[in-house]
């Protein structure tokens, strides 16, 4: 086992669990489900990926969430909320058009325009350094990969471009890791406010995510898992 240190930051993050198509909420801090969607991406690992994620499963991940400083204290931005409408504008009778308006799901147009409102919540201006626990045999693919990625790599959504490096070095413990993550912080001029441990830890919250992957692709299917949320 070792373990990677990835740094996210971009203007925009996202990362869903339970969103459902008219509102797609984020988590406040990284999932690990889009963890390793992300790791998918970067490797060209598509279709389910049923034993790779099997294996993946019996390794962890811990999260430290960094806010930008100003004036010495954290500065704390709103969630995001961007308002779109899917399939609207479109003329019916251009048959090019019509395969862009949604339809039911015997294929038919419903009655009216067919529009779908959707309202989408992003994190902004955060930073989240992943200590990420990977099988040795598979580290050095993941640390290529996310040098020189094969497909785009996203944080949560597609248009959540990272806008610093992600890979940032290979470690003998998740410790270690964070520790390094730190420094990047401190130059950053970030500081830490909350952590994100695997299962239940004193002293903290613990929530239950639906987010630990089994099974990517078009029937995407997860398992739960516990983390605890402990404020810095």
Known sequence: MTALLLWLEAPLQSWGVDSRFGRRDTLAFPSRSGVLGLICCATGRGGEQEAWLAEMKEYTQTVAAYSRLENGKPDIQPLLRDFQMVGSGYDASDPWQDMLIPKKTDGKRPVGAGTKMTYRYYLQDMAFACALDVPEAYADEII???????????LGRKNCVPTDIVYRGRFDSQEDALATA????????RAERFRVAHGRVEGGDVLTLNDIPIA??????YEDRQVTILEQ
């Open 182 to 189: 730190g420094e990047i912080a401190q130059t950053k001029r």
């Open 144 to 154: 290529l990969g996310l040098q020189n990625p094969v497909w785009p790599i996203c």
């Open 216 to 221: 990517f692709g078009l029937r995407k299917r």
